[in-house]
């Protein structure tokens, strides 16, 4: 370790850096080693300063490259990160001044070999299962399952379903709500058992609980919703611990099983954290606002503060650093929480204070931007953690904000593309982004941009498997794996222009067929003849009546 670390700027100008480090950079990147907390409004530079603070504690002595362990959320986020790092560090190995910074040599001997560590927390998190498992014990071999896969594992176990379900609602409701609940007991690392030891005592509580003296003796409708839903739940805890069976059957896992495993296991197993420990001596966390229980769980159990007997202190030889913003946080949904910087301290410090430090130059906008950013983000002002208001970078443009209120959506979106043609006309800028509220503007935009040739890259659209030519094909090979489907059928029926006077015809004629099978009483012969006489007067869809339907017997008669 040197003696007297370099500081940030002057290792920025060995570096050959075009622009030196903020202020606020230069207090971050330069921090000394131990836990650090760092607030980074949008558009700050904070992958920048990630990668420039893990070269400035590689170059400083304070780890080597191998130790170094960077976690984000996507794959793009971890490639441009770990790109800069290994971009700087052999920047880094060819600087005349190394002899200067380490005159040992053991700096350029451990530079010869730029091996850090960048992934995504799932990724990550497979790791850990893979190679501790069988602590659990929990297969290593099992195989990552996509959205698509455990829908169609849900929906058969649905189908086959014999227990209490809501029968008010359809099959592809309680696949979703399935799906939806086994997601947030995974991310909250709760078992079923859990839920049920949890709920049958709240539930309970309406009953018992003596009334005041006003108060009716039936619940209200806001009481009633609380209480049908709790009940509603446990209902649905047979059929997560069926799917649950059956994913353990298959030898599948869904990413947020596997990262609650890896939280269990760490947590559960000191061993654990001390083999992450003495492998990595620098963490990088980013949009930490964004993690989960479960995440939250896995890191401080392998990097934070003790939380077993004997188990020892990883604070003072471990260099965490939290990158995050609640003014960004995006994933509610799935239980993260912006308290997670909150709790950032007594995860991974203890009762020891933590350095909290900010970013808030925005490099990426002008003033007017920032002053309308400020205005809307003002009311959502977090009061668990300080969020400094965006500044203007040094040599900023005034900018523009411009609010247009057309009569018809159209007109939007074509005003959106004329905007866009103008600016690149006055000006070099080379990308420009469109942000849209709702999904389905996107592609109105992207038809507007491309009626006046400007070229475009959707960014967040609609997963392939919800593009409607997929639905589709899937509703095809669904049929044909599974005739009595109806909802599959339609869905090829409307896709052929069939319209719902035709399928109610198609209906009643498959109910005709289908008394004939089981020797029930079939149609009247007049109430036949006018169903038949009705099949031959419908479009031309490429059948011709019930004896030239392109339709298996299968399908029409099970329709």
């Known amino acids: ?80 990160l770990s790109q800069r790092i290994r971009a700087r560090l052999a920047t880094l190995a060819g600087i005349p001044r190394l002899a200067d910074l380490d005159p040992t040599g053991e700096l350029q001997t451990n530079l010869q070999a730029i091996t850090p560590t960048v992934s995504t927390y799932d990724s990550y998190a497979g790791r850990i299962v893979g190679e501790y498992g069988l602590l659990l ?5 099992s195989r990552m399952i996509t959205t698509a896969e455990l829908y169609q594992i849900a929906w058969d176990v649905v189908g086959n379903y014999t227990g209490n379900v809501d029968a008010t609602v359809t099959h592809g409701t309680v696949t979703d709500r399935l799906i939806s609940l086994v997601g947030e007991m995974d991310g909250h690392m709760v078992s079923a058992a859990d839920i049920e030891a949890e709920t049958e005592p709240f539930v309970r509580l309406f009953d018992e609980l003596p009334k005041g003296p ?51 296991v760490a947590q559960r197993h000191p061993v654990v954290g001390r083999s992450q420990r003495q492998r990595f001596r620098v963490v990088m966390l980013d949009e930490y606002q964004d993690t989960s229980h479960a995440q939250r769980v896995l890191l401080s159990s392998l990097f934070g503060v003790p939380r077993q007997e004997g188990m020892p202190d990883a604070a003072p030889d471990v260099t965490v650093t939290a990158v995050g913003d609640p003014m960004q946080a995006i994933y509610g949904w799935r239980g993260a929480s912006s308290n997670a910087l909150a709790d950032f301290a007594r995860s991974f410090a203890g009762a020891q204070p933590v350095e909290r430090l900010a970013l808030s130059t925005s490099f990426r906008s002008d003033v007017a931007i920032l002053d309308a950013a400020n205005a809307v983000a003002a009311p959502l002002d977090n009061p668990v953690v300080e969020v400094r208001e965006l500044q203007p970078r040094p040599g900023c443009g005034p900018g523009r904000v411009v609010e247009a209120r057309p009569l018809l959506a159209e007109d ?148």
């Open 412 to 559: 939007s979106y074509r005003a959106i593309a004329r905007r866009i043609e103008d600016v690149r006309a006055r000006t070099s800028q080379a990308e420009i982004a469109v942000l849209c509220r709702r999904r389905s503007s996107i592609e109105k935009v992207a038809d507007a941009l491309g009626h006046r040739g400007i070229s475009y890259e959707i960014v967040g659209g609609e997963s392939l498997i919800e593009r409607p030519e997929i639905l589709t094909v899937r509703a095809a090979l669904g049929i044909l794996a599974h005739p009595s489907r109806g909802g599959l059928l339609v869905r090829l029926l409307l896709h052929w222009g069939i319209g719902s006077d035709a399928i109610r015809i198609l209906y009643e004629w498959s109910r005709s067929l289908a008394s004939r099978a089981v020797g029930k009483t079939p149609l009247d012969p007049r109430a036949e003849a006018n169903l038949v006489e009705a099949l031959d007067d419908l479009p031309d869809a490429g059948w011709s009546g019930p004896s030239g339907l392109a339709l298996t017997p299968a399908v029409v008669d099970r329709l």
């Open 1 to 80: 370790m040197a003696r007297n670390p370099i500081s940030p700027a002057l290792l920025s100008r060995w570096l050959g850096q075009e622009h030196l480090p903020t202020e606020q950079q230069a207090d971050v990147i330069g921090d000394q080693p131990g836990p650090l907390l760092v607030v980074a409004g949008a558009g700050a530079g904070k992958t920048e300063t990630m990668a420039a603070r893990v070269v400035w504690l590689v170059a400083n002595g304070f780890a080597t490259p191998d130790q170094i362990l960077g976690l984000t959320f996507t794959k793009k986020a971890a490639q441009q």
């Open 137 to 141: 014990p929990v297969e290593p071999s």
């Open 214 to 264: 006003r108060q009716r003796d039936k619940l209200n409708a806001a009481m009633l919703k609380i209480r049908d839903t709790q009940l509603a739940r446990l209902d649905y805890l047979p059929l997560v611990r069926q799917l649950k069976e059956e994913m353990a059957e298959r030898g599948v896992i869904t990413f947020g099983e596997q990262m609650s495993l890896a939280a269990t």
